[in-house]
Each structure stands twice: as structure tokens, then as C-alpha cells.
């Protein structure tokens, strides 16, 4: 592996940048994954103190960081059943943490490897957890979208000088 | 030709997504086996007449890398088609997977139409 350091934009710019990989890849992952439409952009702040179910990942390697992702109780039961091909009644807890940890786990990667600056990187098996008042714990570049039936926000944190 | 597919990956929704996929891109597969790690899929392959193989990477007892290097070892399965699945699309990862026998690469996010293109592209266009 080469020690070469690598070469990242200024701090404002990579904001820009990661902000647009997380709209562009999570819109990607929704669609074509989960046959979900994102309607528009929404407030990232909103979903603080909510109902949220979230799901956080750490990943090591050149740069390494966190990803966190929270959804309203109903888009992720939706998102499941889309995922699965069932019917939402038919979801359990269960299949709802391990979908959402593969929506974690697939739009951090895909933002990962399309970021250009990214040497390597292993992602952590993502933990998905229930709030009755959501906090973040990652403070990084979050977006928010509108899906249909509520909200899901994004957020992604890139360690380049912890690498 | 409808194929015997093994499907290697830790998430049973994962591969409950491939089998969807896999129905809906017309692919027609006679049996799918399913292991949850490397060490499981190899056991898989001992088994059962395989015709290509999906596998993530990042998995517990036995990871994606660790069961490509030891199917290749086994004079049984040199030739096998192996795709790996991963959101990592890394230069890196890419060429250590091509390293190690995969000849197939397909990152998530996917969707019928990709997966398709890839067994037909591995497996030759007439595999049907």
C-alpha cells in the first residue's frame, strides 16, 4: 500500500462535495433499491427530538470516519417492505434493522467511491438502534430528504487527518 | 441453460434482494444455495454443482477475499464464476478481488439490468 498522502480538497469545498455525493447517492440507492422516490430536499435539523430509527456505521482506511442515517418509523417499515418485495404489515423489527443497516452500509460506501480522494476503506457492520427523541452522534455534512410518508436524513463524517 | 447459483453474503435481506433481482431481470436459475460467510459458501461448493457464484466481501468467520483465495485453491472450482457484491468500488478493492479470481464485479447500488449484464458477460451471452 503506497504512503502516499492524499490530496482533498479545502474544508468548504469537500463539504460541497460530500453534500452533493450524499443527494446524488442516496437518491440512487433509494431508487434503485428500494423502488423509493426522493420528492425533495428537507431540513436536516427537523428529525432532532423525533421518533427516528437510526442506523450508524464506523469505517477505517485512507480516510476513515462515520455515517449515520435516521428515517421516520414509517419510511423505514416502507423501506423494508420495498427492499423485501412484502407488504408493510408483513415487516418485523428484525428485517427493519438489518434493511436499514444495508441502506447505511450501501450509501456510504457508494459515497465513499465516488468521493475520488478515497485511497481504501472497510466499512464497520452498522448498528441500527430505535429513538423516541433523536440525537445525532455524528456531526459531519447531513442532508435530508422528503419521501412519501416522512423524512430520512444522512450524514457523513471524513476523518482525512485521522487516516 | 438454467444455472445453480450460490449466493454468499452475511444479510439474509441481501440475499433475498439478489434472488428478487434475479427474478426480475428473467435470469432463469434451477436452484439458489445461500451461505452466510466463506467458510459456509466453500462448504456450499463441496456440495453442490455450481454454476457461478455472488458474494459480498465484508463478512464474518470467513470475508469475501479469505473464500475467493481458497475456492481458487481447490483444483475443483478454479473456473467457477465468482461476482463480488460490494458498495466498494474502489480502485483497490476492485483489483484485489481481480487478484484473488473474481472475475466479475458489481457494485451496490444495482438493480435487475446490471446484474444481467454481468452473469450474461461472465458466463457468455448464451448461457440460456
Known amino acids: 500500500m503506497s504512503d502516499t498522502a492524499i490530496h482533498e480538497p479545502a474544508a468548504p469545498e469537500m463539504d460541497a462535495l460530500i453534500g452533493a455525493l450524499l443527494h446524488s447517492c442516496s437518491e440512487h440507492v433509494l431508487e434503485t433499491m428500494f423502488f423509493a422516490a426522493v420528492f425533495e430536499a428537507a431540513d436536516p435539523a427537523a428529525s432532532t427530538g423525533c421518533e427516528r430509527v437510526t442506523s450508524r456505521l464506523h469505517f477505517s482506511g485512507k480516510p476513515s470516519g462515520d455515517f449515520e442515517v435516521d428515517a421516520d418509523p414509517g419510511i423505514a417499515r416502507a423501506l423494508t417492505a420495498g427492499f423485501l418485495g412484502i407488504e408493510e404489515s408483513e415487516v418485523t423489527s428484525a428485517q427493519e434493522d438489518e434493511v436499514m443497516a444495508e441502506f447505511c452500509n450501501m450509501t456510504c460506501g457508494s459515497a465513499l467511491s465516488s468521493l475520488g480522494c478515497v485511497e481504501y476503506f472497510n466499512l464497520q457492520v452498522p448498528e441500527t438502534t430505535r429513538s423516541e427523541a433523536f440525537a445525532p452522534e455524528v456531526e459531519g455534512v447531513r442532508r435530508a430528504f422528503l419521501l412519501d410518508g416522512g423524512t430520512l436524513s444522512v450524514c457523513l463524517r471524513v476523518d482525512f487527518d485521522r487516516s | ?128
Request: proline share 5%; no cysteine.
Open chain 2, 1 to 128: 441453460m438454467a444455472l445453480q447459483i450460490l449466493i454468499v453474503d452475511d444479510s439474509p435481506a441481501m440475499r433475498s434482494f439478489i434472488r428478487r433481482v434475479m427474478k426480475l431481470s428473467g435470469i432463469e436459475v434451477e436452484q439458489y444455495f445461500e451461505a452466510g460467510n466463506g467458510e459456509e459458501g466453500l462448504a456450499q461448493l463441496a456440495a453442490n454443482p455450481i454454476d457461478a457464484v455472488l458474494t459480498d466481501i465484508n463478512m464474518p468467520v470467513m470475508d469475501g477475499e479469505e473464500f475467493v483465495r481458497k475456492m481458487r485453491a481447490d483444483g475443483a472450482h478454479q473456473s467457477t464464476p465468482v461476482i463480488v457484491i460490494s458498495t466498494d468500488a474502489t480502485t483497490h478493492r476492485i483489483q484485489t478481488m481481480q487478484e484473488l479470481g473474481a472475475v466479475g464485479y458489481l457494485q451496490k447500488p444495482f438493480g435487475p439490468e446490471q446484474l444481467r449484464n454481468e452473469l450474461d458477460r461472465v458466463l457468455g451471452v448464451g448461457h440460456e
